[in-house]
């Protein structure tokens, strides 16, 4: 059972508890995270069957940790929803030799109406000043590729890239990691009106795994609009010795959008972990990322 407190706002405003979901879902099918009218994205799924098994009218309005773009997956996406009390209280339970406490069985009757392709593994009360997005210390992202010359398994295909080239990941490596720290990125970034692309860049770099296939790892507090796709797409010239070790860093001074960047395909991403800071210091994390970045 948890015991945790949940979040419950202030008299006044209406009598909510926050909740925070952990989620996994497979991209290919849907065109992002946000909500589309028309289009099956994540948000509208996952939004109407919470709806649907908490009796919510309207459907609830779900904040998330990072909004991922079409065909991007993820296995450690977070998102927070604000319930009314009456609506929580309301909903059971299950008692008896194998008891559920409310949480699972949330989790079993959103399992019973999700679609394959997305599930919530963990439903938990949300502790005062939690944000999915802004109190989020740092988020974890890997993006796999495969240079064999047969191409990607067929069990696979939907979450690695193929690239026709063989790959040196040891200079692919030592390209990532000269972006590591600090700076502005817009030369990876799609430029959004009133928003920065200053971003830390905390790790960066590839490795193979056991089964051959490379595997990049990209950390950073907070990511601007196919930020990591071109982070992946500016090193694979440099693997593949179309492009010298340092010209990352050449694209990452110009401070502009370069042509010859590739941003790689979507599938070929994952969202793994987002990080929060210990509870008590939730709501003071969430202000410091709402502050708008500068440089030194």
Not at 29 to 34: I, K, N, P, Q, R
Not at 81 to 102: H, M, Q, T
Not at 119 to 143: I, K, M, N
Request: hydrophobic share 45%.
């Amino acid at each position: 059972m948890n015991t945790t407190e949940p979040a419950v706002s202030p008299p006044g405003d209406g009598g909510l508890i926050r909740l925070r979901l952990d989620l996994a879902y497979d991209g290919t099918e849907f065109v992002g995270w946000a909500a589309q009218p028309g289009q099956r994205t994540v948000e509208d799924t996952l939004a109407i069957a919470l709806g649907t098994v908490l009796r919510l009218d309207p459907v609830p309005r779900l904040v998330v940790a990072g909004r991922t773009d079409a065909g991007v997956h993820a296995t450690g996406q977070v998102a927070h929803l604000d319930v009314p009390v009456a609506s929580w209280l309301a909903f059971p339970g299950r008692p008896g030799r194998f008891p559920r406490s409310k949480e699972e069985e949330l989790l079993v009757r959103l399992a019973g109406i999700l679609p394959a392709d997305l599930r919530v593994q963990r439903v938990s009360p949300a502790p005062p000043g939690f944000e999915a997005r802004f109190s989020a210390l740092r988020r974890r992202y890997t993006y796999r590729v495969c240079d064999h010359p047969a191409g990607v398994p067929p069990l696979r295909r939907h979450d690695i890239l193929w690239h026709r080239r063989p790959l040196e990941v040891e200079a692919m490596s030592q390209a990532a990691g000269s972006l590591v720290g600090l700076h502005d990125f817009a030369a990876f970034c799609r430029r959004r009106v009133g928003a920065t692309t200053i971003r830390t860049l905390l790790l960066y770099h590839w490795h193979r795994d056991d089964q051959g296939f490379l595997v990049g790892t990209v950390i950073a507090d907070a990511f601007c609009h196919s930020m990591v796709r071109a982070l992946v797409g500016v090193v694979l010239p440099v693997g593949d010795g179309r492009r010298p070790v340092d010209w990352p860093v050449q694209v990452l001074a110009g401070a502009v959008r370069h042509p010859a960047v590739s941003v790689a395909g979507a599938h070929g991403l994952v969202l793994e972990e987002v990080v929060y800071p210990d509870d008590t210091d939730l709501a003071q994390r969430a202000r410091e990322s709402r502050t708008l970045r500068e440089l030194p």
